[in-house]
């Protein structure tokens, strides 16, 4: 019996992969999440087995915050991090280490996957590898942290600090996934590691996947319809410039100039959600829906006539899988990926054939007039095959296969 520590901030219900990868708990592999108690319990994933780790518990707060310090003292985080982001981290690790030296001392094995974002979970790597040797270590990055200027811009006197982190807890991995064979090239550059030499085998990557039946593709309207297109966006809209969400409101307000009646519904972006005076002044064509479950949110796809991706035109977007792909692509709704054309995501739509790219920035809204009008059938010709290598039963399978395979830790201790 392997026990497969899951550590996340919260393990909100809201990252699907988090859950995806509880879930791959069966006769060999026990899993167990290692997390910071939620403030919003319903927002928390439900999980039997769990270390929780809460600076404010049982009555002794004041005790809590000085091991927490303590630990994080130990982890040199201090210099790196505010105070509250050193506390948390000190706390998981707190928590993490005393479940694995009781593993130890029942003797089982153990495996640690370490979910970011956030990306500071990190720095735990390094301290793993030095009091527990025999663990195997696996960081699951899904996207890099220092090539995104959402986290940290590069001229940021924190970069270097970050750069040097992200090396270290690379090479104190036994396995390194990401999300996407562009990302996996990009961290294979930032880790100074040949594509192909000796060490590539601890670089993976493994896309997200969707849940459950995957619907048939639904044609989008062509033509005149009698009324307005329905466009539906899940997530935050306005993260610039990752996600450039005033200027795709204005190319659609182009396209609808050009006499395409649309209309967009954004679906739980939590900024929008506090803020009544950004909604009341968003333009009439565009619906806030606050925030809402992932269960809720994918069902209002059904009545949708496209569903929109956006990412901005910058270095880092080319090498993420946008979280929203995977229930996109099981959704049967066409897809309109506002996306650079040369990024992961526009490869595997239209590889996938289920929607349209068109790059994100001036022009956009004269694209998007033509294709709401006219849409390409060729483009919406669903590839199964392709499709299905994102379904959940795939995802599983090729983590169970990496984690039940310890060749690469007798590699790395040998």
Not at 337 to 358: K, L, M, Q
Request: net charge neutral.
């Amino acid at each position: 019996m392997t026990n497969l520590f899951v550590v996340s901030r919260f393990a909100s219900t809201a990252n699907r992969r988090i859950n995806h990868l509880l879930d791959l708990a069966d006769a060999d592999i026990r899993t167990i999440v290692v997390r910071q108690i939620h403030g919003k319990a319903e927002r928390q994933i439900q999980h039997g087995a769990s270390v929780d780790v809460d600076l404010r518990g049982r009555g002794i707060y004041p005790a809590n915050v000085a091991l927490a310090l303590v630990a994080s003292l130990e982890l040199g985080l201090l210099s790196s991090f505010p105070l509250s982001v050193s506390l948390y981290l000190g706390a998981l690790k707190r928590g993490l280490f005393s479940a694995l030296r009781q593993a130890a001392k029942r003797g089982e094995a153990a495996t640690v996957l370490i979910v970011v974002p956030p990306p500071e979970l990190v720095v735990l790597a390094s301290a793993i590898r030095r009091h527990f040797p025999d663990v195997v270590l696996a960081i699951d990055w899904q996207d890099l942290w220092s090539p995104d200027d959402y986290y940290v811009r590069p001229g940021d006197s924190r970069h270097g600090r970050i750069v040097a982190l992200e090396r270290a807890a690379m090479d104190a991995a036994d396995l390194n996934i990401t999300s996407n064979p562009k990302a996996r090239t990009a961290q294979l550059l930032l880790a100074g590691q040949a594509a192909e030499g000796p060490g590539s085998e601890r670089f993976l990557a493994i896309g997200h996947a969707y849940e459950g039946e995957r619907a048939p593709m639904r044609p989008p309207p062509r033509g005149e319809v009698g009324r307005p297109r329905r466009l539906v966006f899940m997530g935050n809209l306005f993260k610039p410039p990752k996600v450039p969400g005033d200027m795709l409101i204005a190319e659609l307000g182009k396209a609808r100039a050009a006499g395409v009646d649309l209309e967009m519904v954004v679906i739980g972006d939590h900024e929008l959600s506090a803020n009544p005076a950004a909604v009341a002044a968003l333009p009439p064509f565009v619906k806030a829906i606050e925030r809402t479950s992932h269960e809720e949110a994918v069902s209002y796809l059904k009545d949708a006539d496209w569903v929109v991706l956006l990412l901005g035109d910058l270095p880092n977007t080319r090498v993420i899988m946008h979280a929203k792909l995977g229930p996109y692509l099981a959704s049967g709704t066409p897809i309109l990926a506002v996306v650079p054309e040369d990024s992961y995501v526009a490869e595997v739509i239209t590889a996938c054939r289920v929607g349209v790219v068109v790059p994100p920035g001036e022009g956009a809204g004269a694209a998007i007039a033509k294709l709401l009008f006219d849409p390409p059938a060729e483009r919406l010709a669903v590839d199964d095959a392709k499709v299905r290598a994102f379904d959940l039963e795939a995802f599983q399978r090729r983590w169970r296969t990496i984690l039940n395979d310890t060749g690469a830790r007798a590699g790395r201790r040998a």
